[in-house]
């Protein structure tokens, strides 16, 4: 696996979650999804993006989060790939996560 090169911790998109153009990209399964998520995060699971990232702007920074990273990195390079250049890998994730979360449950 090739490791994206952009980068941000949970802490520092913590402190980006009021900026405005900002996208929080969950690309975890609808379950993982509905137990814990980041408030206002827009849910596509890994295996949908592709077809889906036209549902993305190209002029938002999208940050891309998953449960401990592995997911979320293939997502910044399908992304990339699909011509979105402000794209950022969220490490670690999910699992260690401390900032504001939201349940359906």
Partial sequence: MIIYKNQITN?????KLNEQNVVILDVRETEEYALEH??????IPLGQLEER???LSK???IYIICRSG????????????????QVFNVLPGMINWHGAIDSDF
Avoid at 70 to 85: D, K, M, P, V
């Fill in 53 to 55: 990232c036209n549902e």
């Fill in 70 to 85: 592995g997911r979320s990195n293939e997502a910044c390079h399908i992304l990339q790939a699909n011509g979105f250049t």
């Fill in 38 to 43: 980041i408030p206002g995060s827009v849910l």
């Fill in 59 to 61: 002029d938002s920074e």
């Fill in 11 to 15: 802490e520092e998109l913590e402190q």
